[in-house]
């Protein structure tokens, strides 16, 4: 039997809530799709973090490379371990040591689920760039606390890390509705963005049967609110594919919806799954947070892995679920509550 051996990190805050319902799901597809899933939980955290002085301990990427995917559930605690140090000690590291380059955001409603806009049919792609960009992590402050204080932070584009992103939004696009929308600023950031458009012209040539249309973040901010029925794959670096994805979370419904997947897309390493939302302090402890970003991340991870039938299986049993109005308004019902009834539709397919 085809057995897949997991890296679990439910991190910290719902993370922790959401990645054990997602567990769940995964182990009773598993049994009904003919194959094994073994998995080792790794309590990486910020508590983690207060106890031993690092987020994850020396070794812990070599430690993940040896399994076929990690699923993470969300990093980061602001109240005593500071974002910057949280982020850069676990989960930027992971994206970037298996050159995890292309996250993958789907933004859609589900049956039953309302979402703020009038427009419902919509069904955007969103592609961003994983690895390099506004998150590069160069740059540095100098003259700290004087009045001359100067803080920079560089983004770095590199044809490589450009044209691959953009040639897998396009092969995406073709398994679509053959449309790319490519996400710039070129009218202000007039090395890196003029340097992505030019990329854009080139990467398109090589795809005449898809349509490709550049447009500015901010005019596409609107537009993903005004007309998102209007996008399919959506292309985007870094930071703007980090922004626009909230807002598509936002129209899909809220966080609780957005999934996503961090792909090595040469297989050189094994790709993240987790949802797109973060450890939510808000909300944390109180067993009310909306497990379908993690379960469908879930499903994304097991398609990735060849399970395509068992990936199909869990976003069934979910629009099962939600189309009878299960975890579609907030704190309606708790995490158990909606994780049962996925499962309950799951136990029920035909
Ligand atoms: P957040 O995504 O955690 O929360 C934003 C809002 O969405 C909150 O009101 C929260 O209650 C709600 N929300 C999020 N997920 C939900 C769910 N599954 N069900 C119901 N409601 C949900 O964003 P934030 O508050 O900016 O960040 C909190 C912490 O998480 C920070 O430390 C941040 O850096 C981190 N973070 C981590 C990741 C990640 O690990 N991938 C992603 C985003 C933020
Ligand atoms: C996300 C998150 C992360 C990001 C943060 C927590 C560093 O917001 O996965 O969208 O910006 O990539
Ligand atoms: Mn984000």
């Known amino acids: 039997m085809q057995t897949y051996n997991l890296a679990v990190i439910p991190g910290d805050g719902i993370g922790v809530d959401v990645t054990a319902a997602a567990m769940t799901v995964i182990e009773a597809t598993a049994q009904r799709h003919g194959f094994a899933v073994t998995s080792q939980q790794f309590d990486w955290s910020c508590a983690h973090y207060l106890e031993t002085g690092a ?3 020396e070794g812990g990427i070599d430690t993940l490379r040896t399994f076929d995917a990690i699923l993470l559930g969300a990093v980061g605690w602001p109240e005593t371990v500071p974002d910057a140090v949280s982020l850069h000690g676990l989960l930027l590291p992971i994206r970037k040591a298996f050159n995890q ?9 589900l049956p039953g689920v309302e979402g703020p806009l009038k427009a419902k049919d919509f069904d955007i792609l969103c592609i961003r760039e994983n690895t390099e ?6 740059g540095g402050r100098v003259h700290q606390g004087m009045a001359n204080e100067v803080a920079v932070e560089t983004a770095i584009f590199t044809r490589t890390g450009v044209e ?12 679509r509705r053959g449309h790319v929308t490519s996400v710039t600023k070129s009218n202000a950031q007039k090395h890196s963005m003029v340097f992505w458009d030019e990329m854009t012209r080139h990467v398109a040539q090589d795809y005449p049967d898809v349509t490709m249309a550049m447009m500015h973040v901010d005019a596409m901010a609107a537009r993903m609110v005004m007309a998102p029925e209007s996008l399919d794959v959506v292309v985007a670096s870094n930071l703007f594919g980090d922004i626009l994805t ?9 966080l609780g919806f957005a999934a996503s997947a961090n792909i090595c897309p040469d297989r050189s390493g094994p790709s993240m799954f987790e949802p797109v939302h973060g450890s939510a302090p808000d909300i944390a402890g109180r067993g009310i947070a909306n497990p379908i970003a993690a379960i469908w991340s879930a499903a994304m991870m097991l398609d990735h892995l060849g399970e395509a039938a068992a990936a199909k ?8 679920a939600t189309g ?11 995490t158990d509550d909606i994780t049962t009834a996925i499962l309950t539709a799951l136990e029920t397919q035909a």
């Open 55 to 57: 987020m994850m301990p």
């Open 101 to 109: 380059y292309a996250n993958i955001r789907p933004h859609r409603l």
């Open 133 to 138: 960009g506004e998150y590069s992590g160069a």
């Open 164 to 175: 691959r992103i953009l040639r897998f939004a396009f092969d995406q696009a073709r398994a």
């Open 246 to 254: 909230d807002l598509g979370a936002a129209i899909q419904g809220g």
């Open 313 to 320: 299986a869990i976003l069934t049993a979910t629009e099962t």
């Open 324 to 334: 009878q109005g299960i975890g579609t308004r907030p704190g309606q019902q708790s």
